[in-house]
């Protein structure tokens, strides 16, 4: 599929199953990285930045950019050698809003960010992006947009700090109206505290307890969040020098990696439909506040 920006993805099997994978493709046909290689494009007087969708609005699949494998493919979550769906929480259907991720962004788990008094780590992922423009339709797998950041949300996940920025995208009709977190309000009432519920609580059917969050769950505003962007960006850089050290640290494997390309096999490209998805994904669960 062809973007604007003259890039392409190939995937290597059906979407839904465990051999799933998606790989960013440069104007020149080569195979590229998601994570390091696709430019941030980050302007912060404009507070616009790229985003690739992993997640599309009222998707099941759980996709994310693999931080292990050659040049970060997009692939299905799993969980016991099982792929993960994401479960739905009434009025819920899937994931609320287009999901993914800011490339070339990292949270630094080794490095304690103060929130209310108390250090948190990063998450050791590129940082996550919120885009609830709906006049450019659902998105797909792998798509990637020049979105306007609003705000953010300080989720705290099993204790570690897991950012979730808002953003438009900047084709959205209403991208021109919505500048800043109280522009949300106005514009998309409901929409902030629906979020953040929805965060609250999407892994109840999994088993596990409610996600917390920072400020007192306050969505914070642009500036805020244009300052985690600039600090995530910076920590990737140091990341990509090799200055940080620690485990389980994402591997680097990219066109400036010293990894050469030829070291990597690329299999066939896969163009049949997409798998089916399992009967209990549609399972709708009820939770009192």
């Known amino acids: ?27 020149k046909g080569e195979i590229r ?11 912060k007087t404009a507070a ?23 040049y970060n493919p997009i692939v299905q979550d799993t969980k016991k050698g099982k ?15 287009n999901y993914g991720a800011i490339p070339q962004t990292w949270e630094d788990p080794t490095h304690g960010y103060d929130i209310d ?40 996940d099993d204790g570690e700090l897991d950012w979730k920025l808002l953003a438009i995208d900047v084709e959205d009709k209403l991208a021109r109206e919505v500048n800043d977190i109280g522009d949300v309000e106005k514009k ?7 979020l953040r519920r929805w965060f609250k ?18 969505w914070l505003a642009k500036e805020d969040a244009v300052d985690v962007v600039e600090t995530c960006h910076n920590s990737w850089k140091q990341l990509m020098a090799g200055t940080i050290k620690g485990e389980n640290l994402p591997v680097i494997f990219s066109a400036t ?23 209990e994904v549609n399972v709708i669960y009820y939770y009192k506040e």
């Open 117 to 156: 008094g108390k250090d948190y780590y990063g998450d050791n992922d590129p940082l996550d992006v919120c885009e609830i423009g709906s006049s450019t339709g659902v998105a797909k797998v792998g798509d990637v947009k020049k979105v306007k950041i609003l705000g953010c949300l300080a989720m705290i």
């Open 257 to 279: 990696a010293e990894q050469e390309a030829q070291e990597f096999v690329l299999p066939e490209s896969y163009e049949g439909p997409d798998a089916n998805i399992p009967d």
């Open 1 to 27: 599929m062809m973007f604007k920006r003259g890039i392409s993805t190939i995937k290597t099997s059906a979407k839904y199953t465990l051999a799933y994978k998606q790989y960013l493709k440069s104007p």
């Open 48 to 70: 616009t930045v790229n985003m690739v969708v992993e997640i599309p609005r009222y998707e099941h699949g759980k996709f994310e950019i693999s931080k292990s494998e050659p």
């Open 201 to 218: 609580n999407y892994k109840l059917p999994m088993g596990k307890g409610e996600n917390e969050f920072g400020y007192n769950g306050k």
């Open 83 to 97: 792929l993960r769906y994401i479960n739905n929480i009434f009025p819920y259907h899937g994931y609320p809003c």
């Open 33 to 43: 990285s998601w994570f390091h290689d696709l430019p941030l494009d980050f302007n």
């Open 188 to 194: 998309y009432p409901h929409l902030l505290g629906n």
